[in-house]
């Protein structure tokens, strides 16, 4: 209990430390950039196997890129949503953990 006390002391100077939240703002895009190169990064990997694929299969059709692209799409549109989501329950998790943490602190003020 005293170290999450302790815990809930550091977030609350945290919260009144404008560096602690322009910390938390910076990981937050360098997450975000990470996850924008490796999206652009597996895009380019795909359409690069798909182009070397119809080349070497030879013109065997517009059906054949069709398919690609739709899963190409389909790659993108997954890995996107995904990222999102990992974004937004961390920065739910930081903000409820947050709030938590003051009630807690609050509690044993008063209780003290």
Do not use: C, H, R, Y
């Amino acid at each position: 209990m005293k170290d999450l006390i302790e815990m809930s002391k550091n977030f609350i100077a945290t919260e009144k430390n404008p560096d602690g939240l322009e910390q938390l703002k910076e990981v937050v895009v360098v997450v975000l950039v990470v996850v924008v190169v490796v999206v652009v990064v597996v895009v380019v990997v795909v359409v690069v196997v798909v182009v070397v694929v119809v080349v070497v299969v030879g013109g065997g059709g517009v059906l054949l890129v069709v398919v690609v692209v739709v899963v190409v799409v389909v790659v993108v549109v997954v890995v996107v949503v995904v990222v999102v989501v990992e974004v937004v329950v961390l920065v739910v998790t930081v903000v409820v953990v947050g709030v938590v943490l003051v009630v807690v602190v609050l509690v044993v003020v008063v209780v003290e």
